[in-house]
């Protein structure tokens, strides 16, 4: 009685701040350590730098560029999957359709190396306003990602910032006009890859915390400086897995301390699974995960002359050849399982520095450490929950995911986890 007296005083801090954590199935509220009474904190998305009035409009919209036989790397060509067999030249020597093209004022750019550079090579549409099949061929085709992960990250990226009926969506800003089923927007914002806890979230590798400055998607050269001192210290000038778990332990400390709206939410375990793409696929074949290889994806050029960092569009690394055999769910749920379980973190956000709600029990992590029993196998479920839950991602009103889009998720990506073992939900 009297526990449950303290967890409805606590409670009541919790739900102000998180409200929908109270129906959040398993929630272990005794671990809350709210020092004051928590105030929402929600930034609205317009007039910033992502925002609609912000995005540049290209009227030629050229769409990826089109399957060729004489150069048919994995073979995918949505729905039909790629063969999962790589260790191709991208591009091949002749494939000029998809050599590198800048992009040029009106193109869209965002978060994503992957993607930005994808773009830059015309696996997605040039203009930065993309579909399902692109996103597919592009995941399978250029990097060798499995059709099961490609899959898993476009369906959740199409239905939370883009459109489930067009799959259309913006790999940076908020082209809604472009994107959506309903032009005149009234169905809602479709906010493309910046939009805020949709995808993004806080603690990114290069990109600033949306809360600063209302832009989470530029390059940010100090926080590329920091990470390239991680690969020196703790890969030996690669960046591997002991850099990568180093140093986004580093950024969410820095936003734990920094960021009065920082939020870690479980969504934020799949970011995890985007920062093993820099070790596990952009080496590829015939490539490290040296610093040559990792900047020219991210965009990032030395200036000896002045000894500084300048941002350049995303490219693929000459004579580059990608990875050799598919990258799988199974093989990124590990990774996550081990940068994240080496260094884990409490699940969470603030409200205010100084002032963390923790939300506790999301696949068995309680205060930010994993059970001695939690394998492997485990994570791929986990991961399947993360991404079904409907879990909105901000620390105060933020409407849920509208049931069609969560529907989308469950009945296109259950065929991925038929395997798997995991419990599945029914759409
Ligand atoms: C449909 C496919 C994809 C979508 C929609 C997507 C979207 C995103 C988004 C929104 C972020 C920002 C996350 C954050 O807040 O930090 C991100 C980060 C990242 N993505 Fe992708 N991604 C996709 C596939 C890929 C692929 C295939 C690669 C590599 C080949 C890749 C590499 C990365 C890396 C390295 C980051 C971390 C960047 C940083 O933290 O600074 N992504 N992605
Ligand atoms: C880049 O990151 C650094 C370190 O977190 C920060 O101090 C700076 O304000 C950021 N710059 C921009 C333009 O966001
Ligand atoms: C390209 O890479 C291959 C190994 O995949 C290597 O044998 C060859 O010398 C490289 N060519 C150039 C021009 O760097
Ligand atoms: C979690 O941490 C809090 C504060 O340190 C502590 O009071 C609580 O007992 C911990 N809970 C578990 C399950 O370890
Ligand atoms: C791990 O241990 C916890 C309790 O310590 C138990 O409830 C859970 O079922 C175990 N999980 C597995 C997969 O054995």
New binding site residues.
Partial sequence: MYQFLICTALCIHLTFAFPWVADLPGIDTSILNAKTSPRAHRKRQSNNAGSLENCPVNANHPGAAPYNPDYPYSGAAFPIPGSGIGGYEVPAPGDEAHYFTPPGEDDIR??????N??ANHNFLSHDGITNMAE?MDA?QNL?N?GYDL?LI??VR?IAT?GDVTTTK?S?GCDATPRTSIDPTGLLGDEQG?DGHNK?????????TDYFFRGD?FSFNTTLWEEFVQYAQQYGGGQFNRDTITAYRSQRYDESLNTNPNFYFGPKSLL?YG??S??YQ??PGSNHAPDLDTIST??GAEYDDDTDTWTHVPERLPSNWTNRATAYTVPEVAGEIFDTFGSNPKPIGGNAGVGNFLAIDSIGGIVNGSLPSNETQADFVCLLYQILTENIPGEVSNEPELPLNALTFIISQINPAFANSGCPLKIA
């Fill in positions: 965002g978060p994503c190396p992957g993607m550079t994808a996103l995941q990097y990602l490609a990250i476009a990226a910032a969506l790999i890859l995808f993004e979230g806080d603690t990114s590798l290069t990109r989470d970011l985007a920062a793409f820099i696929v952009f994806f991210f």
